[in-house]
């Protein structure tokens, strides 16, 4: 039989009161009893009946966070740090990646609130959030994180700086002499591609040529077909710009050795150790997850708040590749 309180209660010669304030950390025991009844749990191998816990308290201290893909660096770095937060707070993380698909986004949003999860971290793969009404009604706090929801969903939201980021990179290339700056970025329909791209035809302004842009999931044969597209034009670009971290060692292979100048979005490993080191517009997203973690348990205990939109600086990091002159 699995040991119950009333068990840890009689071996530590105590209330089942006393134990029941020692196993949920709250306030009132003596030092010295609180260590008795700790020596009771261990001695019987006693765990807390989370059921009863849940019955009890109407939480399930339980966190869903839906990303992009677990495998992509930059949501890795997001998910740790809300992991961290979620610890801290002696909770647990449900997690799972939507793969850029809306449906998988819902479906695995639905999923966790069937499980009760006490609240929720989003990265939209849609612009579709009306199935999200319900929760919200409902009480369940929700933050959306790198991209915003649809117009009319009122949450809290932490995004980054994409375009300025994506404006700074290219008025950097513009410093060094490139009035020919391509771009490679990620599919049109996701909001960081996009405000990426709205900050570099800022950024070049009337020197913006449209036959420089090249827009879709990267993969080597795509992005290398664009480049050759873009290098046999009468005037070729004589830099690039790659609008996220997967793009840009994608574009790097496609060089194949080419001396063209560049700056990508994202950090990525070992980006400081090639030759010449690659320069990027960095964000962080260990700080994005940690922001977007604390709002969310802020309104678990109790901030009514207006919703806040919280925007993150990103910084350039000149490294050799950004400032090489045009050829």
């Not at 700790?38 to 339980?62: C, H, K, P, Q």
């Not at 290098?231 to 790659?242: K, M, R, S």
């Amino acid at each position: 039989m699995r040991p119950t309180m009333k068990d840890v209660a009689a071996a530590a010669g105590v209330a089942l009161k006393t134990v029941s304030r020692v196993v949920n950390g709250e306030p009132g025991v003596h030092p010295a009893t609180a260590e008795r009844v700790r020596a009771a749990i261990d001695r019987l191998g006693y765990s807390r009946n989370e059921s009863a816990r849940v019955l009890r308290t109407g939480m399930t201290a339980t966190i869903g966070l839906v990303i992009e893909d677990v495998a992509d660096p930059f949501y890795a770095g997001l998910s740790r740090a809300v992991e961290d937060v979620v610890i801290d707070h002696g909770c647990l993380l449900l997690s799972g990646s939507s793969g850029e698909q809306p449906g998988r986004e819902r479906e695995l949003v639905e999923t966790f609130c069937a499980r009760r999860v006490d609240g929720l971290i989003v990265v939209p793969a849609g612009d579709d959030h009306a199935y999200l009404r319900g929760e919200l009604e409902a009480g369940t706090p929700v933050v959306f994180a790198d991209r915003p929801p649809e117009p009319g969903i009122e949450v809290d939201t932490v995004l980054a700086d994409n375009a300025g980021g994506a404006e700074q990179a290219v008025r950097h290339l513009l410093t060094h002499g490139h009035h020919r700056i391509a771009f490679l970025g990620d599919d049109p329909a996701i909001y960081t591609a996009a405000r990426r791209l709205a900050g570099y035809r800022r950024a070049l302004g009337g020197l913006f040529d449209p036959r420089l842009v090249a827009m879709r999931p990267p993969s080597l044969d795509d992005v290398r077909a664009d480049l050759r597209r873009m290098l046999a034009l009468d005037a070729p670009p004589t830099a690039v710009f790659t609008g996220n971290g997967r793009l840009t060692v994608t574009a790097l292979r496609a060089l194949e050795g080419r001396r063209l100048a560049l700056v990508g979005f994202d950090d990525f490993e070992l980006a400081d150790l090639l030759r010449p080191g690659v320069s990027v517009v960095a964000q962080d997203p260990a700080w994005m997850g940690r922001v977007a973690a604390e709002l969310l348990f802020r309104r678990l205990r109790g901030d009514g708040g207006p919703p806040e939109h919280v925007e993150l600086p990103v910084r350039l990091i000149p490294r050799g590749s950004g400032e090489l002159p045009p050829t």
